[in-house]
C-alpha cells in the first residue's frame, strides 16, 4: 500500500517526455520537448509547465491555456492529445510542432516554392482566426511568430492560447505577463478613446499584421519596425497597411479577408492553397471534379514543397485511391511522390496498391499503370513482379485494343531486368513472335522490334544466339517502312552478339536487299550498316586475332560495351535505345475488332508521299478513346507514338506502298483492290514477304493454342530469310497501276530477248510471243474480274475464315 502512495504519479502519463527545444523561454510559459507515445515509435511534442519555478498567475494561465486547447478543435489550430497536471509539473502533449520562427530559419525553400509556401501559411493562420473571432466568438489576443507553430506536414498551426477571452471583452485589455511579449500589443491599448472603437476582431487583426510582418523580415523587436514595408509582396501591401492601421475600427474582419484574397490574383488565389482546399473537401466532390483535379495535379507538383507532398498530399492521394471513386487519375500524382518515400514507406504504403491495380479489368486503370510503370519497377522486388504483376501484364498482349498492347510492348523495357528466365526467354519472346508477325498495327510491330532490340543484353545468350537475327530479318522484310528501318538498327546495336560466319552468311545478304528498298531513308541506313558490318570483316581478314574480341560478346550474358565490335554502331544503339516509333496507327475501324481483319488508313495517309521526302503525321494516346471504347468497340483507337524519330532519319510511311498494293489488286489476302488493306510488294494477291495472311485466325483460337505454339526460336527460323530483292525491284520499276494490275511471272521468257536489228513484222518467234503475252494479259483480266465478282457477293472476309 505504502509503495502505491509513493509512487510517481507522472508514470500514468501516455508519452515519454525527451529531450527540450528550449527556445521559447523568453516568449512563452511553456518549455517545449520532443516526446514519444509509449509502446509506439509515434513522435509528439510535449509543453512541460515547471510548477515550483513559475509564479501562481502563471500557473492559473498555464492550467486555463490547457483547458482552452482540449477544447478547440479545427485544422488550422494546434491539436491536443493528452496532458497531465501533479503537484510538480504540467505535461501538454500535442501533434510534433516547431515554432515557425525556427522552420523559417531552416526552410531551404526559394522562388516560386517559398511563395506559394507561405501564402499558405498565412491563409491557414487567417481561417484559425476567423473561426476563434466569427464561429467561436473568442479573441486569441497573442497572435505572433512564436505561437505559431509547424507540424510535419508543413501546416502552420495556431498556438499559444493562454490569453484567450471570449469576444464580449473587446473593450477591455488583455495583459500579459511576459515583458516580451508587450511589443504586439495593438496601439489601443494605451489609448482609452480609441479602445471604445475596437471590435472583436482588431487585437487578432492586429496580431496578423505582426506576423505577416516578422514571416518576411524577422522576429519584431519594435512597434516602428511595422513602417517597413520593403519585405512585404505587393499582393499584401494594401492588407497589411489594413491591418497595422491606428484605428481598430478599420481593421478588417478574417472572413473577409479570405473573401478578399481568394479572388482571381488575390495572395492566397494558388495552385497549392487551391489543390490543399480541394484535399480537405475531396469527400464532397463528385467523380467528375476528382477526376479533373487528379488529371490536372501532377505538373503542379514540382512547384509544391516536398514535406507538404509527402506528409499532406500522398496520403491524401492513397486514401483516395483506396476508399473513395478517383479511379485511375490518381495514379500519375501517386506515383510521382512516391519517390519521396524511403523504401520501407513506400514497400507499406505504395506497393500493395500496385499489385491491387494490376488486377483491375479497367482499360483505363491498365493504361495508366503501364505508363507509370519506370517510376516505381525499380521499387517492386522480382519476386512480386514474376509472380503477381507480370502474369497481370502478359494479358495486355492479347487486348483487342492496340493502345493497350502497344504500352504492354513497351513495359518490357522496364521490366526486364527483374524477369525470370522462363518470363522473359519463353513467354515474352512466344509474345513477341506473335505480335510482330501478326499484328495489324504497323506501330505495334515497329515498336516489338525496338522492345527485342533493347532487352537484348537480358536475354539468355543461347537463346539470343536464336531468336535475334530471326526476328531482326523478319522486321526487314515488313511492308510498313518504319518497321524495316526498325530491323536494321536493332541489328546495328546490337551487332556484337552475332558470330561473323552469320553476319556474312544471314545478315548482309539480308541488308544487300534492301539497298533497293523505295524509301529512302530504309536505304540510307542499310548502306550505312551495311559498311559498318563490312568493316568488321574487313579487320578480321586483316587481322584474324581480333575475332575472339569481336565475338567477345557472343557467349556472355553481360556484355561490355567497350569491346572492339562496339564502337561502330554507336549511331544505332543510340537510336534504338532513345525512343519508340510514334505515329497514328494503322486502327481498326471495324464495330468489332476480334470479328473483322479490314484495316483503314488512318489520316495521315491519305496524301502520297515521296521516297526521297517521307512524312509521318502522330498524335498522342488519348485516355478518352480507352473510356469511350468501354462502351462501344466501334470507335478508332489511337495508338501511343512518339514524335520523335530514331536518329535524325524521316520515318515514312505506308502510302507508297499502300499504293502500289492497292493498284496491284491485292487487300489484305483476299485479292481485292482494297486500299485500307495492308500493302503487299508482290504484284499478286499472295504475299510473298513471309507474312501469310491464311493464317491469321482468330485470337480465341491462339489462346487454345497456346499449349501447341512452337518457341521463339522455331518462329523466327532461319528460313525467313527467303530473298525479297525481286519484289522490291519490281516495286521500284512497277509504278503505273497498268502495271501492277497483273501478276509477274516467275522468270523472264527467253523468247522475248531478239536481237533489236531483226525487223519485228518479218520475225515469227517475237509474233508468236507477243500473241501469247496477249493471251495470258486477257487471261489475268478475267481471273481478276471473277475474283472480284465473287468477293462482293461473299462480303468481307472474316478473320480466321479460310480463302476459297
Not at 483516395?320 to 504504403?349: I, T
Not at 535505345?577 to 468489332?592: E, G, I
Request: hydrophobic share 35%.
Amino acid at each position: 500500500m505504502w509503495s502505491f502512495f509513493s509512487r510517481d504519479p507522472s508514470k500514468d502519463f501516455n508519452f515519454e517526455v525527451g529531450e527540450s527545444l528550449s527556445r521559447l523561454e523568453d516568449k512563452s510559459i511553456w518549455n517545449l520537448h520532443k516526446g514519444k507515445r509509449k509502446g509506439s515509435t509515434e513522435e509528439v511534442s510535449i509543453f512541460v509547465f515547471d510548477i515550483k519555478s513559475r509564479s501562481e498567475s502563471q500557473f492559473d494561465i498555464a492550467k486555463s491555456a490547457v483547458k482552452r486547447l482540449k477544447t478547440l478543435r479545427h485544422p488550422s489550430i494546434l491539436t491536443y492529445l493528452d496532458s497531465f497536471e501533479s503537484d510538480k509539473v504540467i505535461y501538454l502533449a500535442t501533434e510534433l510542432v516547431e515554432p515557425l520562427a525556427v522552420h523559417l530559419q531552416k526552410l531551404a525553400l526559394e522562388g516560386p516554392q517559398k511563395e506559394l509556401y507561405v501564402a499558405w501559411g498565412v491563409f491557414q493562420i487567417t481561417r484559425a482566426l476567423s473561426f476563434l473571432n466569427n464561429d467561436g466568438n473568442l479573441r486569441h489576443n497573442n497572435v505572433n511568430i512564436w505561437s505559431v507553430l509547424v507540424n510535419a506536414s508543413g501546416e502552420w498551426k495556431l498556438g499559444g492560447v493562454e490569453y484567450v477571452s471570449t469576444a464580449q471583452d473587446y473593450g477591455s485589455p488583455v495583459y500579459k505577463i511576459l515583458p516580451s511579449l508587450d511589443v504586439y500589443d495593438p496601439p489601443e491599448k494605451s489609448d482609452p478613446n480609441m479602445l471604445k472603437l475596437a471590435n472583436k476582431c482588431s487585437s487578432d487583426m492586429w496580431g496578423l499584421g505582426c506576423l505577416i510582418w516578422e514571416v518576411f523580415n524577422g522576429s519584431l523587436n519594435t512597434q516602428s519596425s511595422l513602417r517597413i514595408q520593403e519585405n512585404i509582396p505587393q499582393q499584401l501591401s494594401q492588407l497589411y497597411c489594413e491591418l497595422v492601421g491606428s484605428n481598430p475600427a478599420s481593421r478588417p474582419n478574417p472572413a473577409d479577408i479570405i473573401t478578399r484574397c481568394r479572388k482571381l490574383g488575390g495572395y492566397f488565389k494558388n495552385d497549392l492553397v487551391d489543390t490543399l482546399l480541394f484535399l480537405e473537401e475531396i469527400q464532397i466532390k463528385d467523380k467528375n471534379e476528382k477526376n479533373r483535379f487528379f488529371s490536372n495535379l501532377t505538373p503542379h507538383l514540382d512547384n509544391f514543397p516536398d514535406n507538404v507532398c509527402k506528409h499532406k498530399i500522398l496520403p491524401q492521394l492513397i486514401t483516395a485511391f483506396e476508399y473513395g471513386d478517383a479511379g485511375s487519375a490518381v495514379l500519375a500524382p501517386m506515383f510521382k511522390l512516391g519517390r519521396l518515400l524511403d523504401e520501407s514507406e513506400y514497400q507499406k504504403k505504395i506497393v500493395p496498391c500496385v499489385v491491387k491495380l494490376f488486377s483491375s479489368n479497367d482499360r483505363v486503370t491498365r493504361s495508366r499503370l503501364l505508363q507509370q510503370l519506370e517510376f516505381f519497377i525499380g521499387h517492386l522486388q522480382a519476386g512480386t513482379v514474376n509472380e503477381q504483376i507480370f502474369p497481370q501484364i502478359a494479358h495486355g498482349f492479347m487486348d483487342t485494343n492496340p493502345t493497350i498492347r502497344e504500352q504492354t510492348v513497351k513495359s518490357v523495357i522496364h521490366l526486364a531486368p527483374k524477369l525470370s528466365y522462363n518470363n522473359l526467354n519463353v513467354e515474352v519472346l512466344r509474345h513477341f513472335a506473335r505480335l510482330q508477325s501478326k499484328d495489324d498495327q504497323g506501330g505495334i510491330r515497329t515498336n516489338t522490334t525496338v522492345c527485342l532490340g533493347k532487352i537484348a543484353q537480358h536475354l539468355h545468350p543461347q537463346i539470343r544466339q536464336k531468336v535475334l537475327i530471326s526476328a531482326f530479318i523478319r522486321a526487314m522484310r515488313d511492308p510498313f517502312p518504319p518497321a524495316r528501318t526498325a530491323g536494321i538498327l536493332a541489328l546495328a546495336a546490337t551487332q556484337q552478339y552475332y558470330l561473323l560466319n552469320e553476319v556474312a552468311l544471314r545478315i548482309l545478304p539480308a541488308l544487300c536487299q534492301l539497298t533497293m528498298d523505295p524509301e529512302k531513308s530504309v536505304r540510307d541506313s542499310a548502306f550505312r550498316t551495311i559498311k559498318g558490318f563490312l568493316g568488321k570483316l574487313e579487320k578480321v581478314s586483316e587481322d584474324p586475332s581480333l575475332r575472339e574480341s569481336m565475338e567477345a560478346d557472343v557467349n556472355t550474358a553481360t556484355p561490355s560495351l567497350s569491346n572492339a565490335a562496339a564502337t561502330w554502331a554507336g549511331w544505332a544503339v543510340t537510336a534504338v535505345t532513345a525512343k519508340f516509333y510514334r505515329s497514328q496507327s494503322d486502327t481498326v475501324k471495324s464495330m468489332n475488332p476480334m470479328a473483322c481483319k479490314m484495316l483503314t488508313k488512318p489520316a495521315s495517309l491519305e496524301q502520297p508521299s515521296s521516297s526521297s521526302i517521307s512524312t509521318t503525321t502522330s498524335s498522342v494516346t488519348s485516355m478518352t478513346s480507352l473510356e469511350h471504347e468501354e462502351g462501344s468497340r466501334g470507335n478508332d483507337s489511337v495508338s501511343d507514338y512518339d514524335y520523335d524519330h530514331w536518329g535524325d532519319n524521316d520515318w515514312g510511311d505506308m502510302e507508297t506502298h499502300g499504293q502500289m498494293a492497292s493498284s496491284s489488286g491485292s487487300g489484305g489476302g483476299d485479292g481485292t483492290s482494297d486500299p485500307t488493306s495492308p500493302p503487299s510488294h508482290s504484284g499478286q494477291g499472295k504475299v510473298t514477304d513471309g507474312w501469310d495472311n491464311e493464317e491469321w485466325g482468330s485470337l480465341e483460337e491462339e489462346q487454345e493454342a497456346e499449349g501447341d505454339m512452337t518457341s521463339p526460336s522455331e518462329v523466327w527460323s532461319p528460313s525467313d530469310t527467303t530473298p525479297i530483292l525481286p519484289e522490291i525491284q519490281r516495286d521500284v520499276s512497277s509504278k503505273s497501276p497498268k502495271r501492277q494490275s497483273g501478276s509477274i511471272q516467275d522468270g523472264w521468257d527467253k523468247t522475248e530477248f531478239e536481237s533489236l536489228e531483226e525487223n519485228p513484222g518479218s520475225n515469227p518467234k517475237l509474233e508468236e510471243a507477243k500473241k501469247k503475252r496477249e493471251e495470258r494479259k486477257l487471261m489475268r483480266q478475267k481471273e481478276l474480274e471473277a475474283r472480284r465478282a465473287s468477293k462482293s457477293l461473299s462480303g468481307p472476309m472474316k478473320l480466321g475464315s479460310k480463302k476459297l
